[in-house]
């Protein structure tokens, strides 16, 4: 692990499906030599309780850390991911140092939310953007020196097939499931981006990654062909982790020594992902031009403050 900013390569290099020799969540954990070394830190994590979320939380236990879980109520009938859930959190904390934001869906039915928007918007991007948004006075309050305060966005490869649709982020003219999945998934980015861009100078800093693919709840919506369609790709299948394997670049970026006061990167496969030279290649997964670009991360940003009705500090 010669490279810092790229210490699995050699295990990424010819990957064999789920289980295979790439790191886990854990064993980022354990090369870092941070089992019980986070005692006084704070992390939430949203949709903890299952897929590379519940990987994620054990392996930052192991950590010492203080785990809040924001998961589905009882009901499964809603995430509880909403300024109500942020305000739930401050009445139990004054202190946060680590916010990871992993709940997302894919490929749902069209819907449009109570408030108005396209479901996949709300539930990947709109909602953790309220959420943290209402959170970060207590970020900023809780950075220190030894620790920046960071907030994580678990993207996807996906965002390199759409771009925002300003003039139509709710498909009203027509929906498609995975332009919508992928257009969320860039808006995870450019709000991770500029985030960073503007607390970095008062301690918080943000990144957002790509998981890798895993076989979750998060395929709830594929049909049974399109299961068999993926599973019978070989060349997929080989790139596929298990859950444990997917946890392993958010543990990375949370708690990784090499991301302390850094952030506004894209991270995949445990590295800094450069900029993809085949943009269709499910193996390159590498940035497209788009997953970086500060007018448009603005013009978001503005938009998302306006749509989710929070006010930044």
């Known amino acids: 692990m010669s490279d810092p900013m790229n210490p ?15 790191p886990t969540a854990l064993q980022i954990i354990e090369d870092l030599q941070l089992k019980d070394k986070f005692a006084d830190t704070v992390i939430m994590i949203t949709a903890g309780s299952s897929g590379i979320g519940i990987e994620t939380a054990q392996a930052l236990y192991s950590t010492g850390a203080q785990i ?3 998961i589905r109520n009882k009901h499964r009938a ?3 991911i909403t300024k109500k859930g942020a305000q739930q959190f401050l009445g139990m904390s004054q202190q946060l140092n680590v916010v990871i934001n992993n709940a997302g869906i894919l490929a749902c039915p069209y819907t449009i939310t109570s408030d108005g928007f396209e479901r996949q918007f709300a539930v990947d991007y709109l909602s953790h953007f309220a959420m943290t948004t209402m959170l970060l006075s207590t970020l900023i309050a809780s950075s220190s020196v030894a620790f920046k305060s960071r907030v994580i966005y678990v993207g996807s490869s996906s965002h390199r097939y759409s771009n925002i649709r300003f003039n139509d982020i709710n498909f009203k003219g027509g929906n498609d499931p995975f332009l919508a999945y992928r257009q969320s998934k860039t808006a995870v980015t450019w709000s991770a981006n500029h985030l960073d861009r503007l607390y970095r100078a008062r301690g918080v800093r943000a990144l957002s990654l790509n998981p890798g693919g895993v076989m979750s709840g998060l395929q709830q919506y594929a049909t049974e062909e399109q299961h068999e369609t993926w599973k019978n790709d070989k060349v997929m299948w080989t790139l596929m982790k298990s ?5 392993a670049t958010t543990v990375w ?3 990784a020594p090499l991301w302390e006061d850094k952030g506004g990167f894209y991270l995949s496969d445990c590295k800094a992902a450069p900029l993809a030279s085949n943009m269709s290649s499910a193996v390159d997964d590498g ?15 503005i938009l998302s403050l306006a749509m989710a009705k929070v006010t930044a500090p």
């Open 243 to 247: 859950p444990e394997q997917g946890a």
């Open 287 to 301: 940035h497209i031009p788009h997953c970086y670009g500060p007018v448009d991360e603005e013009h978001l940003w």
């Open 68 to 70: 809040y879980l924001m």
């Open 78 to 80: 809603k995430a509880i």
């Open 8 to 22: 699995y390569a050699k295990l990424h290099l010819s990957p064999a499906g789920p289980g295979d020799q790439r």
């Open 253 to 255: 970026a949370a708690v």
